[in-house]
């Protein structure tokens, strides 16, 4: 069983930002698949299930300490980190790029840092979704929390078409054959 998690912050007042892209793509897959979230207060987290195949979850904790919600559930369903797909935002990709990684680095994302720190290892796989760097003279803090343009929701928009069908694809192909396809994809 898979392990989808996105990240992003709770609340309305982030629904549409950059940092909650990793909810978008989970929250567009469970809408493809009629699902609805519940709140479990056990993780804190949102949390879906598709036929025992998958586990569609939302940590509700804030970016910033992901990993909380995240022991919770490996420890408490028996899941090893090798079936957490993490999907989150990040800056070092262009808009409308994706990579598929079966492990590494935070690479400066708080919420990977804390998954990695709660867990003690990085052989989790994530989706990595390019936002792009921020405008000039723009603070990454301001700019992971400001919501895409108008300009920028078509990608937006076909960026979560393809990563929610690169989940398709995950639970029923390997990993490794998943990245060739997806990693070269450019929107």
């Known amino acids: 069983m898979w392990v989808f998690c996105g990240l992003g912050n709770p609340g309305k007042k982030y629904e549409r930002t950059r940092h909650n892209f990793g909810f978008m793509v989970v929250s567009a897959f469970a809408e493809r698949h ?4 519940k709140y479990d207060e056990l993780y804190p987290a949102e949390v879906a299930s598709l ?3 998958c586990l569609l979850f939302k940590p509700m904790t804030f970016i910033n300490l992901s990993g909380v919600a995240v022991k919770k559930l490996l420890k408490k369903e028996k899941i090893k980190p090798e079936k957490l797909l993490v999907i989150y935002d990040d800056m070092d990709l262009p808009l409308g790029r994706i990579k598929l990684l079966p492990k590494g680095g935070a ?6 840092k804390s998954i990695i720190s709660e867990l003690g290892v990085n052989t ?3 989706l990595r979704l390019g936002i792009g760097r921020p405008p000039e003279g723009m603070d990454p803090k301001d700019y992971v929390l400001s919501p895409f343009t108008p300009d920028e929701a ?12 690169a989940l398709e694809d995950l639970l029923q192909q390997d990993l490794l054959k998943v990245m060739t396809k997806y990693n070269s994809l450019k929107i």
């Open 34 to 37: 009629s699902l609805r979230f």
């Open 51 to 53: 036929n025992r195949t």
């Open 107 to 112: 690479g400066g994302h708080n919420g990977v």
């Open 124 to 126: 989790f796989p994530r």
């Open 154 to 165: 078509s990608i937006v928009e076909k960026v979560i078409e393809i990563a929610t069908q």
